[in-house]
């Protein structure tokens, strides 16, 4: 007979033991408690307020005067309250705004220094660019049907930054069974040996890093930090030693942020040191690292992926740190002096900062898939916070602006 | 003899991850935020935690009726969309070792698929180790209705363990 009263607990007790604990649930309760008594608050004022009318002024709704249009207020939903507005940033032409399809609102998720640049509409991925934009009439490409990868069923896969794109290269995460995800990446024009494979494989927990011809993503479970020297057939997913590809030992290297051809990385014995590789100097399928540069960071890097993030490009290397927005000229001659530009929003979630020429963006997702954004003009110093996704590569803004999304060069 | 107050954020230190594990077990698709929206419900009625048995059951029952509705929230989302993925199971990784045993993870599989309220009473009965009382007041159900339904679900299981291969 079978004895399953006895056993239940044990089987409990091994799913509950796969629940992991996460970092600081304490500051994401304070933070809702502040919020829903801030809620509270509001409505109990409205809700005075609307007693006072209602008392003071039957007769004039009676008389036919308008009814009041309560907007929806899509801000309510985001991390961030509005402070001004990404398209302060851009200049002529005006903001693009993105026409919606049937098949629903497009949700921008990466942003190519081109101005091309990803985008989902329901479960469907598309690509999108300048040329699209000025010879189709704003008409999409489809890029793929396959299910894109960013869900909202665990914050582990909040945590992935799945999406990349380049003048060249497209890639995109996929979520397979139990914790795994196949990365998949493509080159426009097509290679003439065919399109893009996939890699099984994938650490859905860990970025993934596209910048110019390369491709940095991790293995699951204690593999290697794979990186990619090219995107097209000829070495996607080759395996160690063969053409091309090379890896970091994951235990050590937690890459950070990719401007081609420097890929930063922190050690994860030693958080507060960043380290700077030149991919092209790495041999393939050794895993040597090569490092060209170490700087210094003022404080340790804590909850890294979270909130502390970083982006570069040729000129820039930035990183948040929680409440703090850290910026180096890495053409400065004079030592690494990051320029911190304090407070910023503490936004709970799953942070990513995008850096464009002039404009750098720090936009915040949250277990309920809300979101929040500080932007940062470099230039001018001046600071926009916005409800909702944004990112800058290049010359170029794009934004979620309530349902739509928009697109412009920054001025 | 009156139970000394417990401040607000100790609890939640105490008892946030294992209502994040009883939200898992319940099959909420995202236990964590099940667990934080219970507890800000907590806070919102203090006098509660002037006893801190009431905070704990009022958490029980808030974490039991959120996956509840998450459930059937994610039932009726998946009947109209087709192409949902069915939400994760955590595997590959240490600690899921031993649900990766096949005799643990056929149990699972047969509690997954009984009714939730007979799930429900399993996991507050045999993992939380609940009384019957305590099992009814936490699903606002009576004693009665939570001894049918623990043997309903205890033999539904034997039926499924017995005829699977």
Avoid at chain 1, 253 to 261: E, G, M, Q
Avoid at chain 2, 26 to 53: S, Y
Avoid at chain 2, 143 to 148: C, F, M, P, Q, R
Wanted: hydrophobic fraction near 40%; proline fraction near 7%; glycine fraction near 8%.
């Amino acid at each position: 007979m079978i004895d399953i009263e006895g056993r239940l607990k044990e089987a409990f007790d091994a799913r509950a033991a796969t629940v992991r604990p996460g970092p600081n649930p304490a500051a994401e309760n304070r933070y809702r408690v502040h919020r829903a008594t801030r809620r509270r608050r509001a409505a109990m004022a409205c809700a005075a307020a609307a007693a006072v009318i209602a008392v003071t002024v039957p007769m004039a709704v009676s008389g036919g005067l308008p009814d009041s249009h309560v907007a929806t207020n899509r801000a309510a939903d985001a991390l961030v309250k509005k402070s001004g507005d990404p398209a302060d940033f851009t200049g002529a032409p005006a903001p693009f705004e993105i026409p919606t399809s049937a098949s629903g609102r497009l949700t921008p998720v990466a942003l190519s220094p081109d101005g091309s640049f990803l985008g989902r509409i329901g479960q469907q991925l598309w690509a999108l660019g300048p040329r699209s934009i000025a010879k189709e009439a704003g008409v999409p490409q489809k890029l793929f049907s396959a299910v894109a990868a960013t869900s909202r069923i665990s914050a582990t896969t909040l945590a992935t930054t799945g999406f990349g794109i380049t003048p060249r290269a497209r890639v995109f995460l996929q979520r397979g069974l139990g914790a795994s995800a196949s990365l998949t990446c493509s080159v426009t024009p097509p290679a003439t040996t065919g399109m893009a494979g996939g890699v099984d494989g994938i650490d859905p927990t860990r970025p993934v890093w596209l910048d110019g011809d390369h491709l940095v993503y991790a293995e699951p479970n204690g593999g290697a930090t794979r990186l990619l020297i090219s995107c097209d057939r000829a070495s996607f997913g080759q395996q160690t030693g063969e053409g091309g590809a090379t890896w970091f030992d994951k235990a050590h290297a937690i890459p950070v942020a990719l401007a081609d051809p420097t890929l930063f990385y922190l050690d994860s014995t030693n958080l507060t040191t960043l380290n700077q590789v030149d991919v092209n100097a790495l041999p393939p399928g050794s895993g040597t690292r090569h490092v060209l540069d170490r700087r210094f960071l003022p404080a340790k890097a804590s909850d890294v992926g979270r909130t502390w993030v970083a982006g570069a490009t040729k000129r820039t290397f930035a990183w948040v740190d929680g409440d703090s927005l850290n910026i180096v000229d890495r053409t400065a001659r004079e030592p690494w002096t990051p320029k911190t530009i304090r407070p910023i929003p503490k936004m709970s979630g799953t942070g990513q900062l995008t850096v464009g020429d002039h404009v750098i963006a720090y936009t915040v997702t949250n277990a309920r898939g809300r979101v929040g954004s500080f932007i940062y003009n470099m230039r001018s110093g001046k600071r926009i916070t916005w409800p909702g996704r944004v990112y800058a590569a290049g010359d170029w803004l794009l934004w979620q602006d309530g349902g739509t999304a928009k697109i412009a060069k920054v001025r | 003899m009156p139970v000394p107050e417990v401040p607000y954020d100790e609890l939640f230190e105490a008892h946030f991850w294992g209502m994040v594990r009883l939200a898992q077990l319940l099959g909420a698709d995202d236990p964590e935020d099940v667990a934080q929206d219970a507890f800000v419900r907590l806070h919102r009625r203090r006098r509660l935690l002037r006893d801190p048995n009431a905070a704990l059951a009022y958490l029980r029952s808030s974490v039991c009726n959120a996956s509840r509705s998450r459930l059937r929230h994610l039932r009726m989302a998946r009947r109209r969309h087709a192409q949902l993925a069915d939400a994760p199971t955590v595997s590959g990784t240490p600690e899921t070792a031993a649900v990766d045993h096949e005799d643990v993870a056929e149990l699972l599989r047969a509690v997954d698929a009984l009714p939730h309220r007979q799930r429900e009473v399993l996991v507050l009965r045999y993992w939380l180790e609940l009384t019957e009382r305590e099992t009814a007041d936490a699903l606002g159900i009576a004693v009665g209705t939570v001894k049918a339904h623990a043997s309903r679900a205890i033999a539904a299981l034997g039926k499924q363990l017995k005829d699977s291969p």
